[in-house]
């Protein structure tokens, strides 16, 4: 499972995530807050959840288990309230120093580094961000 680290954080990747936010935040609101929910059925984020996850009897061509499913909520919340956490405390400027801002303070909250298949989490609190502002990602 592919995961990242701190000299991971190049500018050539925080500058792809930083138009794919800037994309994304020209959608609807529904299609911004959905963006992370709807990575849930990509099979690497299929094959992370089930590997996080109880074991039981598991098809990865099916849809998550319930178990998975509580797993990519609660993982969200983590990365949201992490967010919200840099994001308040930075001088909030370019999508690329959020983004780089971010990740590099998500990636020591993770074992072995931030899973690559969470980064949807990321670029959706972003594009939030930058089209509705600090208070619609992080309500107080």
Known sequence: METL??????DQLVASLARESSALSQQEDQAITRYADSKI????????????TTPGPTDLTLQ???????LFGRLKEKIQKIFCETVNGLDVGKPEDIIKGVLL????????????????IVIGLVALLLKKGFAAVCPV
């Open 5 to 10: 680290n701190k000299e991971d954080v190049s």
């Open 64 to 70: 998550p288990s319930d178990a998975g499913i509580q």
């Open 105 to 120: 303070a998500l990636i020591p909250a993770f074992t072995g580094g931030l899973p690559a298949v969470l980064l949807p």
């Open 41 to 52: 059925n990509d099979q690497p984020v299929r094959s992370f959840l089930a590997a996080h």
